[in-house]
């Protein structure tokens, strides 16, 4: 544990998360100063959509390298369409669009039809590179949406959704060794080399930040900070009983604080608002506890 981590008198996590009906870790770090809290940082843990973070920091680094150009456009045709509810995956029509319309929309509403283009465009082994390269060793890329959706149907033997205790406990997507995977330090970092210019150049690490800070989804980290002047960036995933996000808060004095929080539910229900709640409660705790 480094130095800097508060030890003493820290905010009371475990019942936080336990209260709510979930699991937690969490992870949460001053990004200018390095002050930092955590509460289990560095567990192993599924990302789900999470993972769509390190494929936007790649792209963006190979768009600076001139391996590929952002603006070229694409046609993503149904049989390139993704299972899921929101963004392309949702449209029935040929979609023409360029490259880094695809990188907005797979973060700002988790769209992934256009996770799935962008990563066959800019590769696995190169965003597990670009990973090695920053020290992130446990945080590892080894799939698509496309083979998440099929590993769950093929570890249960049915399509969603999955409620059932032991089809869940079969899902090869909710296990670390199998899965995309990170921690919550690792994701938290990886936001902060976005914060600090350090993951690719100036005017991409700008852009990446304005594409983090339009993610639409308020039930989660921002929930935590419902005020006009603090600016809340990041990315949700989710699978069944499966809830995260990893983000940036940002506070008017100009600090700025990069936080992760994992949660696993006790109940397999697809709706369970105190478990999303939660993640923006234990954010807002541990900022609370970095500004003090």
């Known amino acids: 544990m480094s130095e800097r981590t508060i030890r003493h008198s820290g905010p009371d996590f475990e019942t936080l998360f336990r209260v709510a009906g979930v699991t937690g870790w969490l992870y949460a770090a001053d990004i200018d100063s390095g002050r930092e809290v955590g509460h289990g940082a560095d567990e192993p843990l599924p990302t789900a959509s999470m993972f769509k973070v390190p494929l936007l920091v790649e792209f963006c680094r190979q768009a600076d390298a001139g391996l590929l150009d952002p603006t070229s456009r694409v046609t993503v045709t149904a049989g390139d ?18 490259l880094r319309d695809l990188a907005y929309l797979m973060i700002a509403v988790s769209d992934n039809s256009s996770a799935d283009m962008l990563l066959g465009r800019v590769g696995i082994d190169a965003v597990n590179a670009m990973l090695a390269k920053y020290g992130l060793d446990s945080t590892r890329v080894t799939q698509s949406c496309r083979e998440l959706n099929d590993s769950m149907r093929t570890d249960t ?24 995977r990170s921690t919550p330090r690792e994701m938290a970092r990886l936001f902060g080399l976005i914060w600090r210019d350090e993951a690719a150049s100036r005017a991409s690490c700008a852009w990446m930040r304005a594409v983090l800070n ?79």
């Open 81 to 98: 369409r993704v299972t899921g509810p929101t963004g392309i995956s949702a449209m029935l029509d040929d979609v023409t669009i360029s």
């Open 157 to 180: 033997g049915h399509g969603w959704p999955y409620l059932d205790p032991d089809d869940i406990a079969r899902l090869s997507s909710l296990d670390p060794a199998r899965a995309n």
């Open 214 to 292: 339009m993610q639409v989804w308020p039930h989660r980290l921002a929930s935590g900070f419902p005020y006009d002047d603090v600016a809340v960036s990041g990315k949700t995933g989710t699978l069944p009983t499966l809830r995260t996000e990893s983000g940036v808060v940002e506070y008017p004095d100009g600090r700025r604080y990069a936080v992760a929080v994992f949660t696993r539910s006790f109940s397999t229900a697809l709706n369970q608002p105190r478990a999303d709640a939660v993640i923006g409660t234990a954010a807002r705790m541990a900022v609370d506890h970095l500004r003090r």
